[in-house]
């Protein structure tokens, strides 16, 4: 296979700078193994499982590979760890419909035990994480300096996922390792702001790594923005078209099909901007935006629904995150080939850029 390699490879301790994205409830242990094993940095996606669960997950990478692991985990500033539940009267009509087409489909809708938005069990799994020496935490919704300083105390590097240079900005400040700019590109929670914009405003005061984010399912796309002056890219919905990624059949045939204009970003899957494949998830919105609730509430109110519709791989009541990089992706690969492929087609339009383009220093 081809050689690929910046500064960061070395940091990390992997191969090639490609870098699996941290997805709630789709990167997984056998996603994470797969893509560690093959030379990029697999992560394992914390912010909802259970801190029991992550650690299973760990377990099991453990058991694959021994190379470098990296856990995703969030830091929501304004999140309580145990929100009020939505009052039956006060949850929105879209979500009652979204409620009854599931129910009708003969999947029973039950109140969901989350937890997983407060800072406690952000600390639980930190514990874990040090428990079996993660290599690298990825830090989503903020990067606090307890975090980065609890994570370098058993030599992890940090990785900030961030949508706007300010708080690329609050990150480097607080310490942290590299940092993640996700373009409005993105799939799941992501700004309004364009990966080429976005990664240049970061690039012109960053002191440490930046890496790219943000609809790149290509290889030619990776160049780009290794050539821009990213150090890696980190890459979330080619990966969800893999054999190994934890989500169901129907959510990756939902990317095949997507369109160039297929996803949209709304506040609908909690109160903040989550990228996402338009289906009745989303259609049922139409014309009642005004029922949103906010964060957290909205997350609160819909979940039951929406962990209901995920658990049974419904087409179209299911909530699909996805970027925009969806419309470019046909098939469902294993994640070592998709690496592979990727690692490929970056040198090839390395190679192209450079027969293509005259110039002189
Ligand atoms: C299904 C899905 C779930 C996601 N969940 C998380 C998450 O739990 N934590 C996180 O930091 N980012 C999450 N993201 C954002 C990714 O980390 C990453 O920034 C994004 O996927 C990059 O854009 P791309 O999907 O176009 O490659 C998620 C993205 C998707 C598509």
Redesign the pocket.
Known sequence: MATLKTDLCDLLGIEYPILQ??????AFGPLAAAVSKAGGLGTI?A??PTPQRVEEEIKLVRSITDKPLCV?I?FPPRAPQNPEPVAADEVPDPIRELEEEVRAQGVDVHPVDDKAMGIEDAKEKMAICERYGVEVI?C?LGTPEWAVEHAHKWGAKTIS?VGRASHAKRAIANGTDIV?V?GT??????GDIGLITLLQEVLDFATIPVVA?????TGAQIAGVLTQGAQGA?????F?NTEESSVGRNYKESIVEADHDTTVRELIFDGLYVRQLQNRFTEVWKGRMDQLLGYPRQRVAISPVRFAAAAADLKDQQAL?????SGLIRDISPAADVLERLVEETVAALEAAKKRVEYSA
């Open positions: 994205a941290g997805m709630g409830g789709v996606a912010i909802s995703d969030g990825a989503a996922m993640v996700q590109e993105g799939g799941g929670h992501t984010a943000g609809g790149l399912v980190w890459i979330g919905t080619r969800i995150p996805a970027g925009q990089g």
